[in-house]
């Protein structure tokens, strides 16, 4: 299973992507139980607020994966499969609880970018450390 979460917005607008293979992953069992607990229906819309983070979660269910997330709970599974895909939009302010560990837990665990984003080079040109003719004469 193929979890992934966008941010974007916040003062730059920048989208920023994270995701993780659940099944590769040394507790899987715990992330089945995270994501079959998530209110995946019951997410309010809230308006855009300026300058503040935008998230975007959904998992896939890669071919071969179990239809039923909740087989890792002690209870019977519920009467319906989950679907293959899920999608859930949250403003920052939303990102609290299980959805917060959540995307806290992918961030983590995406080995090809780690936790944090990276800072981007520079874009102004390094100064060429010869000396000038210029520099010559003052000294």
Excluded: C, K, N
Excluded at 8 to 24: A, I, K, M, Q, Y
Excluded at 95 to 110: I, Y
């Amino acid at each position: 299973m193929l979890v992934i979460v966008t941010r974007s917005g916040g003062f730059g607008g920048l989208r920023r992507t994270w995701s993780v293979l659940v099944d590769e992953q040394p507790d899987a069992a715990a992330w089945l139980v995270l994501l079959a607990e998530l209110p995946w229906d019951d997410v309010p819309p809230q308006p855009p607020q300026p300058d503040r983070f935008v998230y975007v979660i959904r998992y896939e269910r890669q071919s071969g994966a179990p239809a039923d997330l909740d087989h890792t709970h002690a209870h019977a599974p519920t009467d319906r499969p989950d679907p293959p895909e899920r999608e859930a939009t949250l403003a920052e302010q939303q990102l609290q609880g299980p959805w917060r560990e959540l995307v806290d837990r992918v961030r983590t665990a995406d080995s090809t970018t780690g936790p944090d984003p990276r800072p981007t080079p520079d874009p102004r040109p390094t100064p060429d450390p010869r000396p000038t003719p210029d520099s010559r004469a003052a000294h």
